[in-house]
């Protein structure tokens, strides 16, 4: 699997938005669990409490975590975050790194 992503301009820690991250792969995606994480350093997340449920865009192909204030993640502080995606397509567990969103 590999990842591309166009995250947005910076978004406002007042709203409550999804943010999308678009997954490309030889096998057909859609179906199986999906997770995105938000850290606000460059480390990998290793620690299962770094991981949000995400959900997969009616295309199939592109996961979707809702963030902000009236969301399961919660109102985030401005700021850089380094977005990363992980797949649980068996026998693989792809975790790959989206990019960088601000919030302001």
Do not use: H
Request: proline content about 10%; hydrophobic content about 45%; aromatic content about 10%.
């Amino acid at each position: 699997m590999v990842l591309a992503t166009k995250l947005c301009e910076p978004i406002s820690v007042a709203s409550t938005v999804y943010l999308a991250a678009r997954v490309f792969s030889v096998v057909e995606t859609g179906t199986q669990p999906v997770w995105m994480a938000l850290m606000a350093d460059t480390s990998t997340p290793e620690d299962p409490a770094d991981w949000e449920t995400a959900i997969w865009d009616p295309d199939n192909v592109t996961a979707l975590l809702l963030v902000g204030p009236d969301s399961p993640v919660g109102a985030l502080a401005p700021g850089r975050y380094y977005v990363w995606v992980k797949v649980d397509d068996i026998p693989e567990e792809p975790v790959m790194y989206a990019g960088v969103q601000e919030f302001e």
